[in-house]
């Protein structure tokens, strides 16, 4: 069995960073000793995917604190810590919803170096109850993909919701890792999901370290694969579910929805309560990140465009919840969240 998978390790006194943007080829880390490098490891992508997100900034507070222990404004020094790790990327509500609880510590604390203490305690926590609800969650979705199956499934994903996005074991990925363990798999399909190409160099790359049958295909040849009718599921994460059951996801899951849909395959999304945003009452209200537009223009060193050619580059879209067939939570599972006036009432 090969190591396992982590994007992420905390060292007591720093956290170590797996550089996503050098796999497949090469494994670097890094090493952060302040919430500054966190936070540009977040912005840069050297990790990320919802909840690694959220579990490397709850880190990133914690190293603010060490920084400002025996500080007279140590608190003030945190505070500014969480609203800088904020801005790092605004699509994934993990990322807000793990800052929020690393602030909720700090009430009632008396000093810095107690902040230290219930800050590291917490974002420890933060990360172990990641990789627990991914377990969980790969239970739930590989049970109701078995429902409606007679033998091993063909499965289509995109992007990468692996143990690289998470805290071990992956949502979506981790649905698929999960019918691999019960060889209940027949073979993931992969997006290669352009431009960031987290499913040809991270997908396939946890993939194949496991065994797990995988084919990579272009993105633009989901529709191809789904019109034969081998593959009964797509199976994706998401970046924010909000009230009404929508769902910000990797750019291109709005196609893979439609394309489902009319094809007759199911749409199932997998994704922590981290991932929940109920204060947004459907998916008009969630920021969209758009990114450089040379993430378009070159891959690696090579230019695959005219230089300054105008792009257009949102990395995440919004799945209405009409598209999709099952939600999955470590706290259950929501079936045509579209048919339910409050579909998320159900997950406590
Ligand atoms: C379990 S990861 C959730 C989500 O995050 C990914 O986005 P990114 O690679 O830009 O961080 C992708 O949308 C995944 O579905």
């Known amino acids: 069995m090969s190591e396992q998978v982590v994007p992420v390790i905390w060292r007591g006194d720093c956290l170590e960073v797996l550089d996503q943007r050098r796999l497949p080829g090469e494994e670097v880390w890094h090493s952060y000793r302040d919430s500054v490098g966190v936070f540009e490891a977040i912005a840069s992508m050297q990790v990320r995917g919802a909840p690694a997100i959220g579990i490397s900034a709850a880190y990133g507070v914690v190293l603010a604190a060490f920084a400002a222990r025996d500080e007279v404004d140590w608190r003030i020094a945190i505070e500014r810590a969480i609203d800088e790790l904020a801005e790092s990327r605004p699509t994934a509500v993990n990322l807000f919803w793990a800052l929020r609880r690393m602030q909720g510590c700090l009430e009632g604390i008396g000093s810095g170096s107690e902040a230290c203490a219930v800050l590291e305690r917490e974002a420890i926590r933060i990360h172990e109850e990641d990789a627990a609800a991914n377990r969980r969650m790969g239970e739930l979705g590989a049970d109701v993909i078995q429902e409606g199956s007679d033998g091993p499934v063909e499965v289509l994903t ?51 370290r496991e065994g797990i049958r995988c084919s990579l ?132």
Request: charged share 20%; glycine share 10%.
């Open 158 to 208: 995109h992007c990468n919701t692996g143990a690289l996005a998470t805290g071990g074991h992956g949502t979506a990925l981790g649905v698929v890792r999960t019918l691999h363990e019960r060889g209940a798999l027949s073979m993931v399909h992969m997006d290669e999901t352009r431009p960031w190409l987290q499913g040809s160099r991270l997908t396939a790359w946890e993939c194949m």
């Open 217 to 348: 295909n272009v993105d633009s040849a989901a529709a191809t694969l789904l019109a034969s009718g081998r593959v009964r599921w797509v199976i994706v994460g998401a970046d924010r579910i909000v009230a009404n059951g929508d769902v910000a996801n990797k750019i291109g899951t709005l196609n893979l929805a439609i394309l489902a849909r009319h094809f007759g395959a199911g749409v199932m999304v997998v994704a922590p309560a981290s991932t929940l945003d109920r204060e947004t009452p459907d998916g008009s209200g969630i920021v969209i990140e758009q990114r450089d537009g040379n993430e378009l223009r070159r891959v690696g060193e090579r230019d695959i465009a005219p230089a300054g050619v105008a792009a257009f580059n949102p990395v995440f879209d919004v799945t209405p919840a009409a598209l999709i067939d099952v939600i999955v939570t470590e706290q259950g599972v929501v079936r045509n969240p579209a048919r339910h006036t409050n579909p998320l009432a159900s997950l406590v």
